[in-house]
């Protein structure tokens, strides 16, 4: 093998280092932008299904409200109808 044989080797070599670092480099960043996603999915899903304290309060104020609307639906319903 000759000189620019082993040169040629050398850069293809450092050439393709290089290039498994920077594959390293972008997994590791899409790796870490994907679990902050999901983080964020997973607290979106905790709070619309109620597992989180806060999701919870809101939860409890909406079935309060349904509750007090379907008491005064229910209170109006009930009225006796004339005729039969």
């Known amino acids: 093998m000759g000189k620019a044989a082993k040169a040629h080797r050398a850069k293809v070599a ?3 280092a ?3 670092v920077q594959e390293k480099r972008m997994q590791k960043l899409w790796q870490a932008a994907f679990e902050e996603q999901m983080e964020k999915m997973k607290e ?3 709070s619309m ?3 989180t ?3 919870l309060t809101g939860l409890l104020q909406d079935e309060e409200n349904i ?3 379907t ?7 009930t009225e006796p109808v004339q005729g039969e």
């Open 49 to 51: 299904s109620g597992d």
């Open 18 to 20: 290089n290039l498994k």
């Open 71 to 77: 008491t005064q639906e229910g209170s109006e319903s």
């Open 67 to 69: 509750q007090e609307e």
């Open 53 to 55: 304290m806060s999701g």
């Open 14 to 16: 450092k050439r393709n």
């Open 44 to 46: 979106q899903f905790a």
